[in-house]
């Protein structure tokens, strides 16, 4: 059963980079972004493309991706060569701004009493109102999102989802297992930590089928797709001495990075051995 293993793709029609998710997720939105502006701004053009306002186009409503500048965003470059001195107690600054950009191009945001930067984050969809200054930066007079997506309906029951007889109240984890399939959640296994390692040897054994009565195995053998939660790596020790980026921590860094490395590798090992299945 090889439900982990990635399938074969067409690169060139599936994208592989942070930038095309963006772009398609503003695709996704640019429509309930232009219903949420008509709604809020009646008559007010709507522009498709950043690359087309110039000063002279009058009051607008611009779609795009958020993107926030930060200079106290950590960064690895300057961690491995010793220029962040200490760990900053928070991410935010004054000089922090805010850029909109889609497909063809980006504009530095005005801060103003309407746009705070602090009240935004990076990758958030939005449509802006306003019209651009002679200095190319957009001056905006108000903002809207393009809200949450339609709730759906719960349904009365779930058995119809578990096999279950019509009515009945209590469903047994072992009844009619032949004909049911389950999702595995697991989370905190913390590869390379300090915690005991038995009961990642128990997680194995039963992915495998070695582990538990006759009634566990055939549990394990319908469970169609393990879903990693998180917390998979366990945090390294020392990290925060590497963070402060001393040049006397070269040895601290090499040890650390050879543990992260280690520990990786025995995720991978304990993955592989389990798409095996």
Known sequence: MNNLLLRKTNLSKKPIQYAS???????????????????????????????????????????????????????????????LGKKAASYIDESDSILIEDQTGRMKIDTNEVINPANFVTGTVVAMKGRINTNGSFQASDFTFPGIPSIMTM????????GAEENKEDISLFEDLENREFLCFVSGMEFGSMKEKTSLEIL??????????????????????????GNNIGEEQDINDII??????????????????????????????????
């Open 21 to 83: 998710a963006y772009f398609i997720r503003l695709e996704e939105l640019r429509p309930a972004l232009r219903e949420a502006a008509t709604s809020k701004w009646d008559k007010c053009q709507i522009i498709e493309e950043i690359v087309s306002i110039t000063p002279k186009t009058s009051e607008c409503v611009v779609i795009g991706t958020l993107f926030k500048e930060m200079k106290l965003k950590p960064s690895i470059v300057l961690d491995m060569v010793a220029l």
């Open 155 to 162: 349904p009365e029951n779930f058995d119809h989802l578990v």
């Open 204 to 229: 194995l054994r039963f992915f495998l089928g070695q582990y538990g009565t006759s009634d566990e195995r055939l549990l394990n053998s319908r469970v169609s797709r393990i879903i990693l939660a």
């Open 244 to 277: 402060k980026g001393s040049y006397r921590t070269a040895d601290l860094n090499e040890r650390t990075y050879t543990n992260i490395s280690t520990s990786i590798e025995q995720f991978e090992t304990f993955v592989s051995s389990v798409s095996k299945v």
